[in-house]
């Protein structure tokens, strides 16, 4: 009988897991993330699969916010919701103008923020953040990505360069997101991202 030694981990602060749907990626994910935090190593493991099951493979309740995984030290966990992603981008851009506008105005700006549009750039803004965020990142000694199937994966990490190009081609000095003058800093992270 072969006798195994340690394992050696990656050096590498990310790890990304892709790949079509059903071939284990979530299964590979949450073993890698449970035997480097058994090593003692701070793990962050992130699904941004929109039919991502980490909440019933651990168990409990899972945001866009790490959440602490309940009986395996050094593991904390992310699951990705662009609809959440989407409410709190509504929030940030709407919340600094409540009681100062009128109702029917307030209306409008959540309206005019409630397509998919939004949804998918506020679900890579926050995908964006966690490669950028330094106070995310310090946080921990491994950042694991369960990501969704390929074809998924694949259209958000065109979405920088996409929205690289409207940034730089658009007119109305508009967007689906709001004026483009608030969407600039946004350019700086989406580079770093990728």
């Known amino acids: 009988m072969e006798r195994f030694t340690r394992i050696h981990f990656p050096d590498t602060p990310f790890l990304f897991f892709t790949g079509k749907g059903g071939v284990g990626k979530t299964s590979v994910a949450c073993s890698l993330s449970i035997a480097i935090a058994s090593e003692g190593k701070k793990v962050l493991l992130i699904s941004t699969d929109p039919a991502s099951n980490l909440q019933d493979i651990f168990g409990q309740t899972l945001s866009n916010s790490p959440t602490k995984i309940e009986g395996i030290d050094n593991l904390f966990a992310i699951n990705l919701d662009p609809e959440q992603a989407?409410?709190?981008?509504?929030?940030?851009?709407?919340?600094?103008?409540?009681?100062?506008?009128?109702?029917?105005?307030?209306?409008?700006?959540?309206?005019?923020?409630?397509?998919?549009?939004?949804?998918?750039?506020?679900?890579?803004?926050?995908?964006?953040?966690?490669?950028?965020?330094?106070?995310?990142?310090?946080?921990?000694?491994?950042?694991?990505?369960?990501?969704?199937?390929?074809?998924?994966?694949?259209?958000?990490?065109?979405?920088?360069?996409?929205?690289?190009t409207f940034l730089d081609d658009n007119t109305t000095g508009t967007s689906c997101l709001g004026p483009l003058k608030g969407l600039e800093p946004q350019r700086e992270v989406y580079k770093e991202a990728v």
């Not at 209306?107 to 953040?129: K, R």
Request: glycine letters at 6%; charged letters at 20%; aromatic letters at 8%.
């Open 86 to 164: 989407a409410q709190h981008y509504k929030e940030q851009m709407v919340g600094p103008y409540r009681g100062k506008l009128p109702e029917v105005v307030l209306q409008n700006m959540e309206e005019q923020l409630s397509g998919t549009c939004t949804v998918e750039i506020a679900a890579f803004n926050e995908f964006a953040s966690l490669l950028t965020d330094t106070s995310v990142i310090g946080n921990f000694d491994t950042v694991v990505f369960d990501t969704a199937p390929t074809g998924h994966t694949l259209r958000l990490l065109e979405l920088p360069s996409a929205w690289s």
